[in-house]
């Protein structure tokens, strides 16, 4: 079962940072575009940034341009989300989702990745 795990996940102050990680074990991740979602409560899951394969394309929602970089390490099979100036209302469950690379357009639809990890909290509050 392809199931990437994440990481990273804590509390933080509003305007704070954290660095997720989105890691594989037993497979490797260069097959895969990845993307990276969240849910709120109460909320629909929405996507927040991808990576094709390589790394030479990535897309993000616009709420997050500027403030989150995403970026991948092939050498270490890990897949980041760098989130700066994060914001109360970004607290969700944050999720990477994997794609097979033939497949990956960009897309931060949820229905278009296959492999789902179980996700880390983030929560942004003073």
């Known amino acids: 079962q392809l199931q990437p795990v994440e990481s990273g996940g804590g509390l933080v102050q509003p305007g704070g940072s954290l660095t997720l990680s989105c890691a594989a074990s037993g497979f490797t991740l260069d097959y895969y575009g990845v993307g990276w979602f969240r849910q709120a409560p109460g909320k629909e899951r929405e996507g927040v940034s991808s990576i094709s394969d390589s790394g030479d394309s990535t897309n993000y929602a616009e709420s997050v341009k500027g403030r989150f970089t995403i970026s991948r390490d092939h050498a270490k099979n890990t897949v980041y989300l760098q989130m700066n100036s994060l914001k109360p209302e970004e607290t969700a469950v944050y999720y990477c989702?994997?794609?097979?690379?033939?497949?990956?357009?960009?897309?931060?639809?949820?229905?278009?990745?296959?492999?789902w990890g179980q996700g880390t909290q983030v929560t942004v509050s003073s």
């Open positions: 989702a994997l794609v097979g690379r033939s497949y990956y357009d960009g897309s931060l639809l949820p229905h278009k990745y296959d492999y």
